[in-house]
């Protein structure tokens, strides 16, 4: 199956689902980057568009025998932050996964139907995921630095993508974007393990961005992290969507209501059951179960 490709370095990182956001050094040198996807427009980063950025049609995702995801259809617009919300076990990591072929990591997992990135299906047999995955960041639940300094974790998928040019004024600015080279400007040869759980989760982002990303895909960033440390990043995820298309994972309804410009409501089964103005969901939600789920009746 085409979407199994994958390299050696990948197939280590399974277990904790964690990889690395631009995993397999030896294979990048080797590959392209071109995935056979019109580049980015972002002349005015200021100007906020409903261009449709990701688009899955009618994906069904399944892990074995079993179905995660059922026939989800949506259009995620560019530059705008969307959230996904629902219970857990709804299927929500699994659509994250799908948008950058993260599943494909998961051996038993097998993907049905489409999902575009910017007009071309990530599907195709001729796109590379690991190209994909350089257009399509992660960031993660617990943060994961690397056990190296934190220019380090930065410059790193800089340095194995041969970007590694003007690198000092790369990795200062993706620091300054994730909102943390202030509170370690003195420091970037310690080690990024030595930051705090809210101050790693930032370096997780800076590291995401340093390759300048069109997408950033987040599943539950903030849950680990104390109500200071959330707010940080909420703040952040807000910069970050004047420049990049958000997708969140979040449990808490009142950061998606706060964040988010599209709430896409997840419910058992793996359907997608409503997705809307993100006001549209919380003020007015056409579906009565989603009314009960975000009034906390179940879930
Ligand atoms: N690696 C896997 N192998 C087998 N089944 C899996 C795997 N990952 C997820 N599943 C199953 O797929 C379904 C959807 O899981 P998923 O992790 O996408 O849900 P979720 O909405 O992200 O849940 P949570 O809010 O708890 O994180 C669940 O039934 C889960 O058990
Ligand atoms: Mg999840």
Do not use: W
Not at 167 to 184: G, I, N, S
Not at 237 to 254: G, K, R, S
């Amino acid at each position: 199956m085409t979407n199994k490709q994958m390299t050696s370095s990948e197939t280590e990182q399974t277990d904790d689902q964690q990889p690395n956001p631009t995993p397999g050094t030896d294979s990048l040198a080797d590959r392209g980057t071109d995935i056979g996807v019109e580049t980015s427009s972002r002349d005015d980063p200021a100007t906020v568009t409903d261009r449709t950025i990701i688009e899955s049609r009618d994906l069904d995702v399944y892990y074995g025998d079993d179905q995660a995801l059922n026939g989800i259809s949506m259009e995620i617009p560019e530059q705008q932050v969307t959230a996904l919300i629902g219970p857990s076990g709804c299927g929500k990591s699994t659509f994250l996964r799908s948008i950058n072929r993260m599943n494909d990591l998961i051996d038993i997992a097998r993907v049905d139907g489409e999902l575009f990135f910017r007009e071309k299906n990530v599907y195709d047999d001729d796109v590379d995921p690991v190209a994909l995955r350089r257009r399509i960041g992660m960031v993660f639940q617990s943060p994961n630095p690397f056990p190296k300094s934190i220019y380090d974790n930065v410059a790193y998928g800089l340095r194995v993508q041969g970007q590694d040019d003007n690198l000092d004024e790369k990795v200062h600015t993706a620091l300054e974007r994730a909102a943390l080279l202030d509170e370690v400007e003195d420091q970037l040869d310690s080690s990024g393990l030595d930051l705090s759980g809210g101050q790693q989760q930032r370096l997780c982002i800076a590291r995401a961005i340093a390759p300048d990303p069109e997408v950033i895909l987040m599943d539950e960033p903030a849950s680990a992290l104390d109500p200071v440390a959330t707010s940080k990043i909420e703040d952040l995820i807000e910069d970050l969507a004047e420049e990049y298309t958000v997708i969140i994972v979040t449990h808490n309804m009142q950061q998606a209501a706060r964040i988010s410009d599209k709430t896409a409501v997840f419910l058992t089964g793996g359907n997608l059951v409503e997705f809307d103005d993100t006001t549209k969901i919380f003020e007015n939600p056409e579906s009565d179960r989603v009314e009960d789920y975000i009034t906390g009746k179940f879930g």
